[in-house]
């Protein structure tokens, strides 16, 4: 693997050119929206605090690997496991051994029902609402099923999905605002969000990760680049604003191209919060950092309380990994080196 980071949520192809670098210290960082100042920035405060030598493997049914093509997500809902597959474009669901359950979805295309790229997707109850970028449609398919309930266009190019209470909030490439919310039936019901200043002209800057807060009418933000915790109700009010370890500010997108083509490109880094995970009250965060080696990269989790950003501890990984999903103690990782789910325990 190369010395940067790569966003794995696929390749995305779309009228900017994107990648995401890994290999140097930021630069050209641009300022919190002013709008930042109506809520006091909670500090972390003192020094992560490791956990060592408390993951142990754990062995999978063979059915997990020998179901996926190509891993590229990993979620948790109801005691499942949610994986999205891209070499056939579908999600499909295990138990927590392994075992095989079933797919959504109906491949690749651009029909009903179909997938060109899904960016990801949020479980409620039997339903699953699910993102395609290319296609820029949030598709719903009752998962016990696999029957393509309907479909419908959002506005913005989207990147992540969660709901909150009756609402699914969808954060978009680029733009004033952020986050747009809809009721389940595709009803647009309001649009906020901005991080920072100039929000618009640095879009890729302020990419990050989506998870509702647990019986609250909220979600947190947790960026690619920057080191934040955003908390937001659904009216758009910001009611928190937790600066996490490492100081990072968001830095600027690169910008580039030859006459008429405008490519906007990832600011490169040296860390980013690769994915994150939410089980039992608890945020989990997957970081991925260079280090001294050649093409080096380690891999390590911060454990924060959900509901109010409070930090608990954090876990370095046997190897850099794509995804992270928590289940009681297990944790499932999608391996970076040949995209294998692979499980450990955690021995707290």
Same mark, same amino acid.
Request: net charge negative; glycine share 8%.
């Given at each position: ?5 790569i966003i794995i949520s696929g390749v995305l192809v779309i009228t900017v050119a994107i990648y995401f670098g890994l290999n140097r210290s930021d630069r050209d ?32 049914? #063979?059915?997990?690997?020998? /179901?996926?093509?190509?891993?590229? /997500? ?59 970028l290319r296609n820029i449609m949030l598709n719903i398919f009752q998962i016990s099923e696999n029957h393509f309930m309907n479909s419908f266009v959002v506005e ?10 009756? =609402?699914?909030?969808? /954060? #978009? !490439? ?14 647009? !019901? ?5 991080l920072k200043s100039n929000q618009a002209s640095n879009p890729l800057s302020v990419q990050g990760h989506l998870a509702s807060v647990d019986d609250a009418s ?7 680049? =920057? #080191? ?24 600027? /997108? ?11 490109? =990832? ?5 980013? =919060? ?13 970081? !991925? ?20 950003? +409070?930090?608990? +501890? ?29 499980? +450990?325990?955690?021995?707290?």
């Amino acid at each position: 693997m190369r010395n940067r980071i790569i966003i794995i949520s696929g390749v995305l192809v779309i009228t900017v050119a994107i990648y995401f670098g890994l290999n140097r210290s930021d630069r050209d960082q641009v300022e919190l929206s002013e709008k930042n100042d109506e809520v006091v920035i909670k500090e972390v405060e003192g020094e992560r605090k490791w956990l060592d030598n408390i993951l142990e493997p754990v062995d999978l049914e #063979s059915d997990i690997e020998d /179901s996926l093509l190509n891993a590229m /997500s990993l979620k948790n809902y109801d005691n499942l496991l949610y994986i999205g597959d891209y070499g056939d474009m579908k999600i499909k669901r295990f138990l927590p051994d392994g075992t095989y359950i079933n797919e959504i979805g109906i491949g690749q295309g651009r029909g009903p029902g179909e997938f060109s790229q899904f960016m990801d997707y949020y479980v409620s109850g039997d339903t699953i609402y699910i993102l395609d970028l290319r296609n820029i449609m949030l598709n719903i398919f009752q998962i016990s099923e696999n029957h393509f309930m309907n479909s419908f266009v959002v506005e913005s190019t989207p990147m992540r999905i969660t709901g909150v209470k009756d =609402a699914l909030v969808v /954060s #978009s !490439l680029g733009g004033e605002g952020l986050f747009e919310v809809y009721d389940k039936s595709g009803e647009k !019901l309001n649009q906020f969000g901005e991080l920072k200043s100039n929000q618009a002209s640095n879009p890729l800057s302020v990419q990050g990760h989506l998870a509702s807060v647990d019986d609250a009418s909220e979600f947190v933000y947790v960026p690619f680049y =920057a #080191s934040y915790l955003f908390y937001f109700n659904l009216n758009g009010e910001r009611t928190k604003l937790i600066r996490t370890f490492d100081q990072r500010e968001f830095p600027a /997108s690169q910008q580039g191209g030859n006459g008429d083509t405008r490519t906007v490109s =990832a600011p490169e880094t040296d860390m980013i =919060a690769q994915r994150i995970s939410t089980f039992e009250g608890l945020l989990y965060i997957l970081y !991925l950092k260079t280090n001294d080696q050649e093409n080096g990269m380690d891999a390590f989790v911060d454990v924060y309380q959900l509901e109010n950003g +409070h930090y608990i +501890h954090s876990m370095a990984l046997p190897e850099p990994a794509r995804d992270i999903a928590i289940m009681d103690d297990i944790m499932y990782l999608i391996r970076d080196e040949d995209r294998r789910v692979i499980a +450990h325990s955690m021995n707290i």
